[in-house]
């Protein structure tokens, strides 16, 4: 199929959420591309139209003219030939339930949401084609790989993927988005993207209370290489190439992930290894850690699909309130087997 060249000359662009990687990657668009970025909450979006720049979420960052901030989700749609969407796992399903009927038929969607619906078990595209129309289905684009937005909105060099199962509507994408600092490669595994970009918060946890608990650089490197060994095992048993695994949103996003002082569900396994219960550490941060309900679905598809994943199981008995050093004992005296188990 022949790309179709979104970045010719400049188009609509919507952002559905204003969170740190919805601003980052509206400030990313603006530069070849008119950009409508969605805000649920209506006076944030009035202080981004004000102030022109995001009070809550990179704050330090000054959004360019091309940007315009609104809490009308038909109005931010509105001839948008792009639409990304940046919006917590939980609040996929209704929001672009909503989105779907505004949304132009010849639209390309790029979603950036790394996390399972907990409810179902689906990945994220699952959701969106359970409630988009279908003419959008071949249109849905993954976006992920080690990037955090900080760093991609101050021009640090960041390499992510963008997989679609038709190829050309991800170099379209990757065409429209890619930047001297952001360079976007494209993939066609969309399964395996999603899984990698989900199951690494998890694996992140888990690092984070090793390392909350002073285990080690052995026990990170291990709880790391054993836990892509996981996300490669439900990866394939769901369709995934398990290659895929090897590459940035694979390999690339669990490294970051697991070892960024960015990254928040590393900040989590942080303060559970130091003895603070889940609830006390959810209710002082300002944004969402996907992480901590990707390890109830994560569990819940291992089980479904009878798939071994012993750090995952772990990470949830810990967030359920088992001591730390418990989990980890339990992890490291399971019975010895061959490494390719």
Not at 190 to 210: D, F
Request: aromatic share 4%; with cysteine; charged share 20%.
């Amino acid at each position: 199929m022949r790309a179709v060249r979104l970045a010719a000359m400049p188009l609509p662009v919507a952002v559905l959420g204003a969170g740190s990687f919805g601003t980052c990657l509206a400030v990313q668009a603006a530069r070849e591309c008119d950009v409508a970025i969605w805000a649920r909450d209506p006076g944030l979006a009035a202080a981004i139209q004000r102030e022109r720049r995001n009070p809550r979420y990179l704050s330090e960052v000054e959004l360019p003219p091309g940007i315009r901030a609104t809490a009308n989700l038909e109005e931010a749609l509105a001839s948008s030939e792009l639409v990304i969407c940046a919006i917590p796992s939980h609040g996929v399903r209704e929001v672009m339930g909503r989105a779907g009927k505004a949304m132009d038929p010849g639209a390309i969607l790029v979603s950036t949401v790394k996390g399972i619906e907990e409810e179902t078990g689906m990945l994220m595209h699952q959701v969106l084609e359970d409630v988009l129309p279908p003419a959008l289905h071949p249109r849905l684009t993954v976006l992920s790989g080690p990037s955090f937005a900080h760093e991609v909105a101050i021009h640090l060099p960041t390499a992510v993927t963008l997989a679609c199962r038709q190829e050309a509507f991800a170099i379209s994408v990757q065409t429209a988005i890619s930047s001297p600092w952001f360079r976007c490669y494209t993939h066609d595994d969309v399964i395996g993207v999603e899984v990698g970009g989900a199951l690494k918060n998890v694996i992140a946890i888990a690092v984070g209370m090793c390392d909350g608990l002073s285990l080690g650089l052995n026990a990170r490197a291990a709880v790391m290489t054993r836990g892509l060994r996981e996300i490669t095992r439900l990866g394939e048993k769901l369709g995934a190439n398990p290659v895929t695994f090897q590459g940035l949103s694979g390999m690339g996003d669990l490294l970051l992930t697991c070892t960024g002082d960015l990254s928040r569900n590393r900040r989590v396994g942080l303060e559970l290894g130091h003895g603070r219960r889940l609830r006390e550490i959810v209710s002082g941060m300002d944004q969402v850690a996907e992480g901590v309900r990707t390890t109830y679905a994560v569990c819940e598809l291992a089980t479904r699909h009878q798939v071994e994943m012993p750090i995952c199981f772990a990470v949830r008995s810990v967030l359920e309130g088992a001591a730390p050093e418990e989990a980890v004992h339990h992890v490291m005296s399971r019975q010895l087997r061959s490494e390719m188990e």
